[in-house]
């Protein structure tokens, strides 16, 4: 074992209370987590303090709850690894110091369980949402997140095929009618993506998930305040993030007149050589010039 791999050992059995255990050659150890260190209420209750989810979970921080799935137990190692240590976790963040010699942190996987459920996927064309909610049970809600969008735009990729073979058997070229027709379809998948989304996030407890914030390891506060719930919270001033937001502005300008600049050009030579030059080739200049411009 390594000098690394022992101090990272150490601080999990400091800060979690759990032992390790070597796995003979491997130069890292395996970490065990007892199901009354894995099972633990703290995330459900941050849950439920930031609406996420309805009803308090009751029992403590300290309370053993049998998770609902597969997937809430990895979550659960997770956030005793990767939380910080007034949070209850053990605060190691894989790149950032001093855990440069972490490269990533992965729960190990119930392999059985992940060939049986690929076994079952490979026989369908179409999910149901029985296959989202077993998608969800073993890969969490992100993964199951991913297939229910990839199906959803599949499936609605029908009109734009065969609305473009329409257009381009019966159509003119730049037809205005086939633009409106992709420009509705795209509001109306994203409005039915909206929906879709928002009934699965209902489904799975997950709605106002993504506005909880969470500090990256690189992120530098000035000062920390406690707000009216007493949580504390890390304060980086407004004026300084709009300031250096706003160092772009200079490049974005330039681009433009750069850009700009470009397309007279371009339309100057075209100008000249459809008017004035009367040589070889005429007509393939004017067309490839007539290309680039558009």
């Known amino acids: 074992m390594t000098k690394h791999c022992w101090y990272l050992c ?10 390790f255990t070597s796995p003979g050659t491997w130069s890292c150890p395996w970490t065990i987590c007892p199901s009354t260190k894995l099972t633990g209420n703290l995330y459900r209750v941050k849950d439920w303090l930031y609406a996420i989810t309805k009803n308090h979970p009751g029992g403590t921080a300290k309370t053993v709850v049998s998770a609902a799935f597969e997937a809430e137990d990895l979550l659960s190692m997770y956030h005793l690894v990767n939380w910080r240590k007034e949070l209850g976790g053990a605060g190691i963040t894989p790149g950032f110091p001093p855990w440069e010699n972490v490269t990533s942190i992965f729960p190990l ?8 459920l690929l076994a079952h996927l490979s026989t369908r064309v179409f999910l149901e949402p029985a296959d989202l909610d077993r998608i969800r049970d073993l890969w969490g809600a992100k993964v199951a997140f991913y297939f229910a969008f990839i199906q959803t735009y599949f499936r609605s990729l029908a009109f734009p095929c065969a609305a473009g073979i329409f257009a381009w058997a019966f159509l003119p070229k730049y037809s205005l009618l086939f633009a409106l027709l992709i420009g509705v379809w ?22 106002g998930v993504g506005d909880l914030k969470v500090n990256r390891p690189q ?5 920390e305040i406690i ?3 007493g949580r504390v919270r890390h304060v980086f001033p407004r004026w300084k993030r709009i300031v250096r937001q706003l160092v772009v502005v200079p490049f974005v300008l330039i681009s433009a007149l750069f850009l700009g600049i470009l397309i007279a050009f371009v339309f100057t030579i075209e100008t000249f050589i459809g008017e004035a030059y009367e040589g070889p080739y005429k007509f393939y200049l004017v067309s490839t010039l007539r290309n680039v411009a558009e």
């Not at 150490?10 to 032992?19: G, M, S, V």
């Not at 996987?109 to 049986?116: L, T």
């Not at 992120?219 to 000062?223: K, L, M």
């Open 10 to 19: 150490k601080r999990l059995e400091t800060c979690l209370a759990i032992p």
């Open 109 to 116: 996987h119930n392999q059985g369980a992940n060939r049986a």
């Open 186 to 207: 795209c509001t109306v998948f994203l409005e039915y993506w909206k929906i879709k989304q928002t009934d699965l996030a209902i489904r799975w407890n997950t709605r």
């Open 219 to 223: 992120f530098r506060y000035e000062q």
């Open 227 to 229: 707000d009216s719930a």
